[in-house]
């Protein structure tokens, strides 16, 4: 059984910066995709930042620039590094990992005070 476990939202002011964490474990493909998602409340969940297992890296036009998604395969982990955070991104995040089927985490919280 896949099991995501995300890692270090929380509470922290404008133009700060926080670090999320992805662990995976459970019998995975060595080829997939790993991805950060958010939802704010009232909103559709949307796309933040996807990687694939070769270190191809995708962004949403919101945070290019300011964040960066990594990943450690050795570990089965992916990172989401988040600087410069504005309250706009403020919200649940969400790690997924997409290999025949999607598997979500349990989300982490991320509030940014203005």
């Known amino acids: 059984q896949v099991q995501l476990v995300e890692s270090g939202g929380g509470l922290v002011q404008a133009g700060g910066s926080l670090r999320l964490s992805c662990a995976a474990s459970?019998?995975?493909?060595?080829?997939?995709?790993m991805g950060w998602y958010r939802q704010a409340p009232g909103q559709q969940r949307e796309l933040v930042a996807t990687?694939?297992?070769?270190?191809?890296?995708n962004y949403a036009d919101s945070v290019k620039g300011r964040f960066t998604i990594s990943r450690d395969n050795a570990k089965r982990t992916a990172y989401l590094q988040m600087n410069n955070l504005k309250p706009e991104d403020t919200a649940v995040y969400y790690c997924?990992?997409?290999?025949?089927?999607?598997?979500w985490g349990q989300g982490t919280q991320v509030t940014v005070s203005s």
């Open positions: 997924k990992l997409r290999t025949l089927i999607d598997y």
């Open positions: 990687i694939t297992s070769g270190g191809g890296t």
């Open positions: 459970g019998r995975i493909s060595s080829i997939n995709v």
